[in-house]
């Protein structure tokens, strides 16, 4: 069964910032991303890496500000997120991909969501 338990979620003053982390296991994987959604509005990449750890890929709204990399001894993949924006508020998902590149063009599996609010 596949599984993926993100953590890391909470509320930060602009400019500050989080650290998401995504525990994923159950099957192999080629890629994990995270994306996110507002009420109201289509779920969106933010950012995506193969599980390899050699290739990464940012929306563009996110780069220079978001890192994501890849805890191989705790085979997490974690979202460091700097300089947050109250327009960064969402609810952010870990999702994975049997496709081995992070422009994967499906996620089959997702996680539960965890809320991160950025107040002005």
């Known amino acids: 069964q596949v599984t993926l338990v993100e953590s890391g979620g909470g509320l930060v003053q602009a400019g500050g910032s989080l650290r998401l982390s995504c525990a994923a296991s159950?099957?192999?994987?080629?890629?994990l991303a995270w994306f996110r959604q507002v009420p109201g509005k289509e779920r969106e990449f933010v950012a995506g890496?193969?599980?390899?750890?050699?290739?990464?890929k940012y929306a563009d709204f996110v780069r220079s500000r978001f890192t994501i990399s890849k805890d191989n001894d705790k085979n997490t993949i974690d979202l460091q997120m700097n300089g947050l924006k109250p327009e960064d508020t969402a609810v952010y998902y870990c999702?994975?991909?049997?496709?081995?590149?992070?422009?994967?063009?499906?996620?089959?599996?997702w996680g539960q969501g965890t809320q991160v609010t950025v107040s002005s």
């Open positions: 159950g099957r192999t994987f080629g890629a």
């Open positions: 890496i193969s599980w390899s750890g050699r290739t990464t």
């Open positions: 999702a994975a991909s049997s496709y081995s590149s992070p422009s994967a063009p499906q996620f089959e599996n």
